[in-house]
């Protein structure tokens, strides 16, 4: 039962390169998320998908794309990173939308930006 | 404007002592829904109680109980009973829109230290 899979767990980057993480998921969920988590921020929304091929911007989506071309996979990509880049990142899914089932957690990529 | 508001950045409470983390949310919608989540120091997600935005009732898990007052906009998490492994970071989320445009905030999260 592998739930939210994300790879890699640690990353280290230079300022400039371009990364992607995946996240992945077994439970045919609809709704697929990306959060970073930075100390005293909370988990700030990344971008977010209801679907396979549609995706949507959250509350801090600059520096980042996503697509989401099959169910189970929700890739986060880094164009060009930067040092704010460095932080824990989260992908999480849960059922179809407007539904009370909570989300499930990867249990993070943890990024740093030289 | 930040639509979950945690107002506790940290806690301290006895072992055994009722404990209530404060969360305020910020919403035009009707229906929506509000998560409690923990988060201990290995830094998983763990998740606690959810209360909808038309539930009449409490929301209650164990020794989790949600104490909803919608008129207030506030959702605060009481954990009665603490314990030594109640210590970690705790984070209240809203899922607001509906349909197939909802998206799911989380707050800045209180940490809360059980002392024994």
């Known amino acids: ?114 | 404007a930040q639509k979950i508001t945690q107002t506790q950045p940290g806690m301290f409470v006895q072992e055994k002592e009722a404990v209530t983390l404060d969360c305020t949310y910020d919403t035009s919608d009707q229906s929506y829904g509000l998560f409690w989540y923990k988060q201990p120091s290995s830094g998983e997600m763990i998740f606690l109680i959810y209360q909808g935005s038309y539930d009449e009732q409490n929301a209650t898990e164990g020794r989790y109980s949600l104490n909803f007052q919608k008129a207030r906009k506030s959702a605060n998490l009481v954990i009665s009973a603490s314990q030594l492994g109640d210590s970690a970071m705790y984070f209240c989320a809203m899922r607001e829109g509906g349909d197939r445009d909802d998206k799911i905030i989380f707050g800045k999260g209180t940490r809360l230290h059980i002392l024994p």
């Open chain 1, 1 to 114: 039962n592998a739930g939210v899979t994300q790879t890699p767990k640690f990353q280290v980057l230079k300022t400039g390169q371009s990364m992607t993480l995946q996240c992945a998921q077994d439970m045919n969920h609809e709704y697929m998320s990306w959060y970073r988590q930075d100390p005293g921020m909370g988990l700030r929304l990344i971008h977010y998908s209801v679907g396979a091929g549609i995706t949507d911007q959250g509350e801090v989506p600059n520096g980042y794309n996503v697509s989401r071309s099959t169910t189970e996979d929700f890739p986060l990509r880094l164009l060009s990173a930067a040092p704010s880049q460095t932080s824990v990142y989260f992908c999480a899914s849960s059922p179809v939308s407007n539904s009370n089932q909570p989300q499930h957690f990867g249990d993070g990529t943890r990024l740093s930006i030289l």
